[in-house]
T-cell receptor, first 118, second 113 residues
């Protein structure tokens, strides 16, 4: 099946620094990728939809200047948490939609990145 | 807007017990329905899906049937194993919101040996 990777899997940073998380579709081209945030023992919250070659679409309440998303190629999207603070500590998960057959509406999820801001 | 409601956890069962995790949805039209599983320390994996009414999705002994009349997609397994311990998310593909996936709150399942 389709594979999506994320890097890094775990990152610890100091408050005020910026952190970049990469999401790659390894065996398919993804025109659309999604970024989610998962709080402990909670469901996934969609943060933004990333479209290759255009600006990301952010969900209500998500600061676009805080969470910078770039989808520069059909296999790579990046999420940069700028000026991170402890409240940004969370599990960030990306997914990618494979537009090809046989399941064009299925999203494939990355393994997630655990961010801890000290 | 579209939403998914699933039973609160945690659910604790003994090995070989029968499992049901309830899921109901509210949506415009007839969305695709999914169950995702998240094993400890890992990302989400698609467990099964159904794309239209009366479809049954199945995988690894798990089954769920798309019931339009009751707007439900309950997950069942006849005999659970310790390795099934995970968090299970019911989800739908929202037709009214640019095909975003809407997740339920997740149900943590623990299986005792």
């Amino acid at each position: 099946g389709a594979v999506v990777s994320q890097h890094p899997s775990r990152v610890i940073c100091k408050s005020g620094t910026s952190v970049k998380i990469e999401c790659r579709s390894l065996d398919f081209q993804a025109t659309t990728m999604f970024w989610y945030r998962q709080f402990p023992k909670k469901s996934l919250m969609l943060m933004a939809t990333s479209n290759e070659g255009s600006k990301a679409t952010y969900e209500q309440g998500v600061e676009k200047d805080k969470f910078l998303i770039n989808h520069a190629s059909l296999t790579l999207s990046t999420l940069t948490v700028t000026s991170a603070h402890p409240e940004d500590s969370s599990f960030y998960i990306c997914s990618a939609r494979d537009p090809g057959p046989p399941n064009p509406d299925t999203q494939y999820f990355g393994p997630g990145t655990r961010l801890t801001v000290l | 807007g579209d939403s998914v409601t699933q039973m609160e956890g945690p659910v604790t069962l003994s090995e070989e017990a029968f499992l049901t995790i309830n899921c109901t949805y509210t949506a415009t039209g007839y969305p695709s329905l999914f169950w995702y599983v998240q094993y400890p320390g890992e990302g989400l994996q698609l467990l099964l899906k159904a794309t239209k009414a009366d479809d049954k999705g199945s995988n690894k002994g798990f089954e769920a049937t798309y019931r339009k009349e009751t707007t439900s997609f309950h997950l069942e397994k006849g005999s659970v194993q310790v390795s099934d311990s995970a968090v299970y998310f019911c989800a739908l593909n929202s037709l009214s919101s640019a095909s975003k996936i809407i997740f339920g709150s997740g149900t943590r399942l623990s299986i005792r040996p």
